[in-house]
């Protein structure tokens, strides 16, 4: 048993790594994991794990990291639970669906979609750097008592309007954590900033709840449906990497103000093509 518990004890560091760095970057850990568990397992360890288990276990950890980092954005009362409620509405039960439909399609396809979404998601990471950037804007007065005040007693000015092009995000948010497990915190993270002209703070709290709510029921029904015996699901993984992430979410705070994660995003995006571009040769075959 305690073979079994510690036999991937090296993803212990590797996972507190991920987990900072994902969330230096406001990157879903998700879009680490998954590539690590289907290219480097079998080279590592000569254990192969379908792209469906991939997704399932990249899921699981990214529950337990970013509910930790979530917990601390609550207390800084960064999460507008309003703007939440109008996405999860819609998110929640969409990834749910897709999450069951993801078992009848082939693995090929899985492993095709997380290659071109990795693909998509760095070369939409590499045009906001281009365009210079997401930064925080200098604390403008608004008119009015303040939409938000957080708890260092910065007050925000903003508006939000969901309407149909949020209910697009929303859903489409859904359909990509269903299937391949990353894309809806990119999609909200650009949707309240760069659309909807939220103060970063609070889109980035904001997006964590989102993505948490949304993967958590994505997961328990791919945990459902694996329980049906599919899939050998090596659970021993989870027993090292959970600790890793949910540590490594809560001392991310202390390390943020001193990461310039702009320029890691630039780093990061073209590692990330480079295995898009592995995921996407082998689900050709290759």
């Not at 200098?138 to 005040?149: C, F, H, L, S, Y």
Request: aromatic share 14%; glycine share 12%.
């Amino acid at each position: 048993m305690i073979e079994y518990i510690f036999e991937f004890w090296w993803m212990l560091p590797i996972a507190f790594c991920v987990c900072l760095t994902a969330t230096s970057t406001s990157v879903e850990g998700a879009v680490f994991f998954a590539p690590i568990f289907i290219l480097l397992f079998p080279w590592a360890a000569g254990v192969t794990i379908v792209p469906l288990e991939a997704v399932f276990l990249a899921l699981s950890i990214e529950i337990f990291g970013f509910g930790s980092a979530l917990t601390g954005y609550m207390r800084r009362r960064l999460v507008d639970y309003d703007i939440a409620r109008k996405v999860l509405v819609v998110s929640i039960p969409v990834g749910m669906a897709f999450g069951f439909l993801a078992h009848s399609v082939p693995a090929q396809l899985i492993l095709g979609l997380l290659g071109g979404m990795m693909v998509l998601l760095s070369a939409a990471m590499l045009f906001a750097y281009f365009q210079g950037g997401i930064q925080e804007a200098e604390q403008a007065e608004g008119a009015g008592k303040p939409t938000r005040m957080d708890a260092a007693g910065r007050r925000y000015w903003y508006r939000y309007e969901h309407g149909a092009f949020g209910h697009s995000w929303s859903a489409l948010g859904g359909v990509l954590v269903g299937f391949t497990g990353i894309g809806i915190g990119e999609l909200t993270t650009t949707a309240l900033i760069v659309k909807d002209r939220l103060p970063v703070r609070v889109a980035v709290g904001t997006g964590i709840l989102i993505v948490f709510a949304t993967v958590l029921p994505a997961t328990l029904v791919h945990a459902y449906v694996f329980s049906s015996g599919e899939v050998n699901v090596h659970w021993n993984i989870l027993f090292m990497t959970i600790p890793a992430v949910a540590c490594g979410g809560q001392i991310s705070p202390f390390i943020n103000n001193r990461v310039d994660g702009e320029k890691m995003k630039v780093f990061l995006a073209f590692v990330f093509i480079f295995v898009g571009v592995l995921l996407l040769w082998r689900s050709l075959g290759g």
